[in-house]
């Protein structure tokens, strides 16, 4: 029966082997829409043939790898090449993959900057002997959240520094737009929703490109305290940090779930032990920096991305520094970091090979 099966699948196997040829050959003539899959097919079909029409040379090359000398040996080689095959694929796919998201995120960035130096929004940055601190709120569907947060800022335009307030909008379809311009904040769009990680690389650009000295980030969600922005900004005007981080371990936090906050001390021991440093917040997106310490960071994660901005910061022998602050619930809505076991192990991911990579 075995036989049988083997003997009456070869005919449909040198059929299917003899389309495959030609189909990726006609594809492979024309230089324009040829194709890497297209020599891979063209592969393919040959060894599918060439199995098919000569099954004992496949017994002979079974044996040199130990499997039996019979068909089964030929079967089980033969399986063992189309899984090896597929899996070689499937990692020029995912990395292909990374690379075509890598780009997607440089365009909508350089796209997203375009539109908005064309915008009568690039009019609200201050002339460039003023622009000394940009605060960076990355926001995604956040309007409700924004209205509130965006009232407190107004003390900070006598906290003795000149200071711009810019939402970086991910892509949002609610208000948040609305809310924005009417605040007298800088609203600038990303044309496509990308994450929060390419929010913030989006409004780190803009303190690069347009000169200012500090760039601090605050979470959209009203958890974190405007008024705060002082403390993490001084310790960068006195030269004494290169990254202040605000940590609400040193200060007062409302915590809503505890293991979450275990979560936190974990992922902050491990990163420093793998960084040598002594923080006590990892997780937090209440951050300044100086710019010319920014423009020596290579970051590209769209999500999880505080493990890999504090891990990059001290492979480039930046000073750190922390501060108390008062970490808050949200002021209204969900969280949209998801599930707490996934965004764990997402987290000790980035923070894993954002500590591997060079740079």
């Not at 899984?83 to 890598?102: A, M, P, T």
């Not at 997780?283 to 999500?303: H, M, P, R, W």
């Not at 520094?321 to 949200?330: G, L, T």
């Amino acid at each position: 029966m075995q036989d049988f099966f083997l003997n009456s699948f070869r005919p449909v196997s040198i059929i299917m082997g003899a389309v495959m040829l030609i189909l990726s050959a006609r594809r492979l003539r024309d230089f324009a829409t040829a194709r890497a899959r297209d020599q891979y097919l063209f592969v393919l079909g040959l060894l599918l043939i060439i199995i098919s029409v000569l099954p004992a040379l496949l017994r002979v090359v079974a044996t040199r790898f130990g499997l039996p000398p019979s068909q089964n040996g030929g079967i089980i080689l033969a399986m063992m090449l189309a899984i090896g095959i597929l899996f070689v694929l499937n990692l020029q796919s995912l990395d292909r993959n990374e690379v075509n998201k890598r780009k997607l995120d440089l365009l909508n960035r350089a796209c997203s900057l375009e539109h908005f130096r064309a915008s009568e929004e690039f009019a609200k940055v201050p002339p460039k002997a003023q622009r000394e601190t940009l605060c960076i709120v990355p926001s995604y569907n956040e309007a409700d959240n924004l209205v509130h947060l965006i009232e407190r800022f107004a003390a900070l335009r006598e906290f003795g520094r000149t200071l711009t307030v810019v939402v970086v909008d991910d892509g949002s379809s609610d208000d948040t737009e609305e809310v924005v311009r009417a605040s007298g904040c800088v609203y600038f769009r990303q044309l496509t929703n990308r994450g929060q990680g390419s929010a913030l690389r989006s409004g780190y650009n803009l303190a690069i490109d347009l000169g200012y000295m500090y760039a601090i980030t605050i979470d959209a969600d009203g958890q974190n305290n405007p008024e705060e922005i002082p403390s993490l900004i001084m310790p960068l005007a006195r030269d004494e940090a290169d990254v202040v981080i605000g940590s609400r371990i040193l200060g007062k936090h409302d915590i809503t779930v505890i293991w979450r906050h275990w979560g936190v001390k974990f992922f902050t021991a491990l990163f420093n032990l793998l960084s040598g440093q002594k923080i006590t917040d990892i997780s937090s997106g209440f951050k300044a920096i100086k710019v010319t310490s920014l423009k020596k960071l290579n970051l590209y994660e769209d999500q999880f991305q505080a493990s890999e901005f504090l891990m990059l910061s001290a492979k480039t022998g930046a000073r750190f520094r922390e501060v108390p602050i008062h970490f808050k619930q949200r002021h209204s809505g969900k969280s949209k970091k998801g599930n707490d076991l996934f965004y764990a192990i997402k987290f000790c991911s980035v923070l894993f090979f954002s500590w591997i990579r060079y740079r």
